[in-house]
């Protein structure tokens, strides 16, 4: 849509005004036809002075900002400019420019769309002397044209008396507003009794103002639109600037134009209709109609005639800007009364338990067979324009009869062939697995960047490779491979339409917003998300997977990492698109239910990541996936063989069995498959219970659709320990047998690998041998991996780190969960390191010392095996299993944790010191010192964003002085929004170290609420710890702010910046 500006500013030369700062209510209009006024709108700023700032305000994402900035000076206004503080600015559009630089007046309007709903500020800058006076007006619109949103804009000016302007409304459902000021410092402005006022703001004093609006909601495009203001006294000097802000539904008036108009078919047998098709622009919408008896068609894009001779139709469209017409013929011809001829040849073939083709000659017609009708048992199931026609969706073992009849165009229908007759062939698969067994494909997209493949052919496909389910996933993440709102709203719990009683096409979802693609509006670390069973499914944004394995699991579905294949050999230290780099934690959490493969058919690093995992006691379940098209191009060639046993074959049992790991996975498509049965019976994710050590035969049987060469192997706690090389056919299955010894708990698998022993073709899940009911802990070496892996995550999101960008807002949530799941891999490796008596590593209380009422959090960390019972005294009892509790004690208390197993008892005590006196003073850094002191050559204002559990008051503000720090000191308290609440100059400083200062009244603060302390750096030299503020800091009441902390920015003024969450200390001291 093209911009409407119309503009017509005016203005006048003004007196001098005083320094005054404007705070006003927010407006809170009433939305009409979509277009409103946000509660975010902040105050209007006016002042003396050349720089004009808003208070933060937050803009909602899809909104318009519209902006009036005006200057009026001491004759030498040189420029006005706007600007936000936001990292990636929004793109102002400038509207108009009124005035000039040589005399007082100045005024610029601006607009910018809102993509990102973020907090922010707005200032004007004036070009002159300090003596300039500025009123800054920031708007922000809901409902906007986000395209071109102002529509007429101008301004005016009077002296006494009422002041009024005029303009002419560019859409319907506009709004418009007036800014109007008295430059002179002559009173408030008032507004005549005839003006519709929705919202206002004055100021008594020197310099008033006020902001009307005038609803011209019910106005159409053309209707004048009158602005008016009383002038306060004689010599007042009123400024108008006005706009019209137009809603995202307006259109620009413009004569009609037929763009097409056709008949279809444009020649048609006598008594036959054709269809009359047209296109038509125009704004307002035209008014249309057709000649010949047809009439208005107003509203309409097709319309059906049945002319009984040739007629040249004339389609005219009018609306208030014009009226245009344009003509197309229908030719009226004989009409056709002779049938096609009978088809012959008819022949029926069942080519599965569901589907039979069937085939015919071609039938001849006087003037041409448009297509033929399908009969089965009589009755009409389809039709085809070709000479064969497949029947699907059929029941196994059943008789059909059909017959097939020619059409034309004229609607004459020949008599039905001779009957012909198929029987579908028995519910037997034609795969090399075993009744129960189903195989299908668990990650299946419509496309991967380009243009989306219909359902139905992926249908086709799906058919051609013999699957029995797919899982078709729509984008829940960035996009790529469709957009979200064409598919999601699909994901209802029931299969697709297009599923038969021996093919489920089952629509699920992907999460995945690709580390190292930075062209989506967000990155994760994580990895990608399969997410198999959802009834209801959104595009979601979320830094954590286990947010998103979270919402899966509420709507009973499972959730599980793909790409798995990408993993390296060792800890990940750089990133690529997919690797799943948080699989261990959230199965070590118990979050992720399955891992699986894709892609590629080479490559052994996924499933020894399996083994890992199998080694430490966890037992996920195991699949593998094609992502079809992104870089595989046929459906099922990587698939996974669910086991069902006797129960429904339905989508949800399918997955049922992938979440519990009655899985065998397949590089090579519907073409072999490992059937391994242990000590008799048990199967992929069965247990087998031996009351003492011993040995279980294992079997492992190789079928095949066709020849194939390879090793076939059992692996045990990831170790080979029978092979056999072999070749298997269609009618030669290979087995390989052995008795397998468990000393203690373990697992079993079996794989085909090529004749090289690489590269695993296909592969079970694993089956458990427990021994004497003892968890399965098969290598602390493994155990170790994943702790380091957990260091590693902890280290690179940490700040300063390269991961650590994944993580603006819930680093500390993540990282808790790393150190959740380092702890539960650490307990595997002591239980796999064998017998060892407790040893509590640490003991500790958070924060060491309260005031009466206050809690404090005990924590511990244990290792032993067997796992030690744990108590703490003083009441608390039993917290076995647990690493933390809370206690509120009354008065100062010791407590002491015992660890004890059958190896041995260790103890540790920590003590919570509980002051007794409300007022004992608080400062956030106790016993903290900065690591180096330095200078950037260049002063600046430092300082420490900190939160206190209490109400209370600050007394004094603390800093740590370089020794090689000089000049004068200033400590400054700000609000979050950065308004300066207390300041005070530092006097009688020592020559380095801690300096304190009191502020001549104390500063009341509340409870839970962010505030900054800061003290300039005097001669740019400053004490510092990079990261100091990483992580929280609490003293007594008092606690830092994790995340962007260590502010720095001018001396003076409100920091903004932060770099590596530095600790400068800054300090305050607080009292109750």
């Known amino acids: 849509m093209k911009s409407y500006a119309r503009v017509l500013f005016l203005f006048v030369v003004s007196a001098a005004l005083a320094l005054v700062g404007l705070v006003a209510a927010r407006p809170q209009p009433a939305a009409a036809a979509g277009l409103a006024l946000d509660a975010s709108t902040p105050a209007v700023v006016k002042k003396a002075g050349k720089t004009l700032t808003t208070a933060s305000f937050t803009p909602p994402a899809g909104s318009v900002l519209v902006i009036s900035a005006q200057s009026n000076g001491n004759s030498d206004v040189k420029s006005i400019s706007v600007s936000d503080n936001l990292s990636s600015h929004l793109p102002y559009t400038q509207v108009q420019a009124k005035g000039n630089t040589t005399n007082d007046v100045y005024a610029k309007l601006y607009w910018a769309p809102v993509t990102t709903s973020r907090a922010m500020t707005v200032t004007a800058t004036i070009g002159g002397n300090n003596g300039d006076y500025g009123m800054l007006t920031v708007l922000v619109f809901t409902g906007a044209n986000t395209a071109a949103p102002i529509g007429a804009s101008g301004g005016g000016r009077g002296a006494t008396g009422v002041i009024s302007d005029s303009y002419t409304s560019t859409a319907a459902g506009s709004w418009g507003w007036l800014t109007t000021g008295d430059w002179a410092q002559k009173g408030v402005p008032t507004v005549p009794s005839t003006e519709t006022v929705q919202a206002s703001y004055n100021v008594s004093g020197e310099d008033s103002f006020a902001i009307i609006k005038r609803n011209a909601t019910t106005a159409t495009a053309g209707t004048p639109v009158t602005m008016s203001t009383t002038a306060p006294t004689s010599g007042a000097r009123i400024t108008h600037i006005y706009f019209e802000v137009v809603p995202a539904t307006a259109s620009e008036p413009a004569a009609p134009t037929i763009t097409s108009l056709s008949a279809s078919p444009a020649s048609v047998p006598s008594g036959n209709s054709s269809t009359l098709s047209w296109s038509v622009n125009g704004s307002p919408t035209p008014t249309l109609t057709i000649d010949n008896g047809v009439g208005d068609v107003t509203g309409l894009t097709a319309k059906a005639v049945s002319p009984t001779q040739t007629t040249t139709y004339t389609l005219t469209a009018a609306n208030s800007e014009g009226t245009v017409s344009a003509t197309t013929t229908v030719t009226v011809t004989a009409p056709d009364t002779t049938k096609p001829s009978k088809p012959t040849g008819l022949s029926a073939t069942a080519v599965s338990s569901s589907q039979i083709n069937l085939s015919w000659t071609a039938s001849t017609d006087n003037v041409g067979v448009t297509g033929y009708r399908i009969y089965r048992g009589g009755t009409q199931v389809g039709t085809s324009p070709t000479t064969n026609y497949t029947d699907a969706g059929l029941t196994p073992s059943t008789t059909y009869s059909y017959t097939v009849a020619a059409y034309d165009a004229a609607g004459n229908v020949s008599d039905q062939s001779t009957a012909a007759s198929a029987t579908t062939q028995a519910a037997t698969s034609n795969g090399p697995e075993p009744n129960g067994w189903y195989a299908g494909d668990i990650h299946v997209h419509r496309s991967c960047g380009g ?184 459906i099922g060639s990587r698939l996974t063989y669910a086991n069902v046993g006797n129960g429904s074959v339905t989508y949800k049992n399918w997955i049922s069995a992938i979440k519990s790991g009655k899985t065998v996975i397949s590089r090579n498509g519907h073409n072999e498959f490992l059937n391994m049965t242990v000590n008799g019976s048990a199967g992929p994710g069965d247990e087998v219970r031996l009351a003492s050590a011993g040995s279980v035969p294992v079997s492992v049987t190789w079928t095949a659709k066709q020849s194939y060469t390879g090793q076939l192997q059992l692996v045990q706690n990831g170790e080979v320990i029978a092979s056999k090389s072999a070749t298997v056919t269609a009618g030669s299955p290979v087995t390989l047998t052995a008795n397998v010894d468990f000393a203690k708990s373990g697992w079993v698998a079996a794989r085909r690998m090529n004749s090289d022993g690489q590269d695993h073709q296909v592969h079970t899940a694993a089956a458990f041998v427990l021994v004497n009911d003892a968890p399965i802990r098969a290598s602390a070496d493994d155990a170790q991996f994943y702790i380091d892996w957990m260091d590693n995550l902890l280290t690179k999101t940490s700040p300063g780190g390269p991961w650590n960008k994944y993580y603006p807002t819930e680093l500390a949530a993540a990282q808790a969960r790393y150190q959740q799941a380092k702890t539960v891999f650490q307990q595997r490796k002591a239980e796999a390191s064998g017998p060892a008596a407790p040893v509590v590593s640490s003991f500790t209380a958070s924060p060491g010392t309260i005031f009466q009422g206050q809690p404090a959090t005990l924590s511990w960390a244990i290792t032993g095996n067997p796992a030690p019972t744990v108590t703490i005294n003083n009441g608390i009892g039993d917290v076995s299993g647990r690493s933390s509790i809370t206690v509120s004690p009354t008065q100062t208390t010791t407590y002491t944790l015992t660890a004890t197993n059958s190896l041995g008892t260790v103890t540790k005590t920590t003590t919570v010191t509980v002051s007794t006196t409300q007022n004992d003073p608080q400062s956030i850094f106790t016993t903290q010192t900065p690591a180096t002191s330095t200078t950037d050559g260049v002063p600046y204002e430092l300082g420490t964003r900190f939160t206190s559990a209490s109400s209370g008051q600050i007394t004094a503000i603390r800093f740590y002085k370089a020794a090689n720090e000089s000049d004068t000191h200033t400590g400054r308290i700000w609000s979050s929004s950065g308004q300066q609440l207390a300041s005070v100059v530092f006097t009688g400083e020592s020559a380095s170290g801690w300096q304190q200062q009191l502020l001549a009244t104390p500063l009341p603060i509340t409870a839970n609420t962010e505030y900054l302390v800061t003290v300039n750096t005097g001669n740019g030299y400053y004490a510092t710890t990079d990261g100091g503020l990483g992580s929280q800091i609490t003293s007594g009441d008092l606690k830092t702010v994790v995340g962007s902390n260590g502010r720095y920015g001018p001396v003076g003024s409100y920091p903004t910046s932060s770099w590596q969450n530095s600790n400068y200390f800054r300090d305050v001291v607080f009292t109750r």
Not at 557 to 574: R, V
Not at 580 to 587: K, S
Not at 588 to 617: C, R, W
Request: net charge negative; glycine share 10%.
């Open 451 to 634: 243009s989306a493949e219909s359902v139905s052919s992926i249908k086709q496909k799906m058919d051609a490779e013999d699957l029995r389910f797919i899982a078709l996933l729509a984008d829940c993440g960035n996009g790529e491979v469709q957009n979200p709102t064409t598919d999601l709203p699909l994901v209802n719990g029931q299969d697709a339409s297009i599923s038969t009683a021996t093919r489920t096409v089952h629509w699920d979802t992907e999460w995945h917003w690709d580390a190292t693609y930075t062209q989506y509006p967000h990155q994760a670390l994580g990895g990608h998300l399969v997410n198999l069973g959802e009834t209801s499914a959104r595009q979601i944004w979320d830094e954590m997977p286990s947010t998103v394995i979270n919402q899966v699991h509420s709507q009973g579905g499972i959730s599980g990492f793909a790409h798995m294949e990408y993993l390296p050999s060792g800890i990940p230290n750089s990133l690529d698109c997919c690797t799943p780099v948080e699989y261990p934690v959230e199965v070590a959490l118990g979050a992720a239910d399955f891992v699986s493969e894709d892609v590629t058919n080479t490559g052994d690093t996924g499933i020894e990541a399996y083994y890992k995992l199998l080694n430490t006691g966890f037992r996920p379940g195991f699949a593998a996936g094609t992502d079809y098209p992104c870089g595989i191009n046929v």
